[in-house]
């Protein structure tokens, strides 16, 4: 209970110090990311790397949105594409992928990427956050939303409109953060970002499962993210919410530059449903995710040094997702969506 009240006491003491304002996601954090994928993607930043689970997860959700929005040959809408992704990777498998962001940045980001990368079918549009999408009714074939229909000032209010730009038969394919893995003493957290010019992000987060939504502090040092970690780690033994106390806040105060606050919310699967159905989404199938899929591949064949190239990879995860992908899950497991309209 005192550790309770003593987490309590630091945020009211933040608001109290700071008087942090409401901002957008991409004032709270995009805006200021060199990489929101920290430089680590797959054939986008990195050579594939059959040892690594991580690589096989990555090609299972290239699958994943594939198969889940029938894009091969279509034209298809990324929405919110972050440092190009997926859409960099799915590029060379349909007509034209088209990455929508709110964030200048993360959209200067994915044109660059797509430019070193010599893709040419893969465009980057921005739009301000909150507003109407910026394309005709009945535009794309099939749309991915990879973890940012949460990030918008009004999720419902979003996934209306990739409903009306969306064409008839379309397919969506969304995945999501879910609040329910947060549970019994996880509601409370903490994320050091890394930002340009040797600055980080320290991010406090104040998660309401049941009301599905989070508060979210962002501190920012100047400093690098290296070298915070370095002193909460000498003087903590780790980095753990817990340790960020008035004390040590008030220590380093000279180093903050600004704290902002942000309100996102998380839908749970079954609001998910609940909102696709009541748009007129003809069918809404919970599905399995290609990316678990390919992480259990990974662990089979691991040992195999002959299936180490990406070819190899692909020529087992495909046929493996494909089928899975469209598999109806527990909804109770909030897995990722396909809604068709």
Known sequence: MLKEVLKINILNWIEEEFKPQ?????????????????????????????????????????????????????????????????????????????????????????????????INNAKFKYYSAGDKIPFDDNTFDGIMAASAIEQTPDPKKILKELFRVLKSGGQLRISYESLNEYKKGKEKGIWIAE???????????????????????????ATSKQELENVLSKKYDGISYENITVEFLDKIKNQIIDVNKLRTTHPSGKTYVKWLEEMGFKKVIPSYSGGLAAANLYEHYKDDKKIKEVESVDKLIRPTVKIVSQLEAPIEKNPPITAIK
């Not at 959700?61 to 919110?80: A, I, P, R």
């Not at 998660?207 to 989070?214: A, H, L, P, T």
């Open 195 to 221: 930002l340009k010019n040797e600055k980080c992000r320290m991010i406090l987060f104040n998660r309401n499962i049941n009301k599905e939504f989070v508060i979210q502090y962002g501190i920012t040092l």
């Open 22 to 118: 409401f901002c957008t996601s991409e004032e709270f954090i995009y805006d200021d990311m060199e990489s929101q994928s920290g430089y680590s993607l797959p054939i986008i930043y990195k050579t594939f790397d059959g040892t690594k689970k991580s690589h096989w997860v990555d090609r299972g959700h290239l699958y994943d949105f594939l198969y889940s929005t029938k894009g091969k040959g279509k034209k298809l809408l990324d929405f919110g594409p972050g440092d190009g992704w997926p859409s960099l990777i799915i590029a060379p498998y349909v007509r034209e992928v088209i990455g929508l962001d709110s964030s200048h940045s993360r959209v200067e980001t994915c044109i660059e990427n797509a430019k070193r990368l010599g």
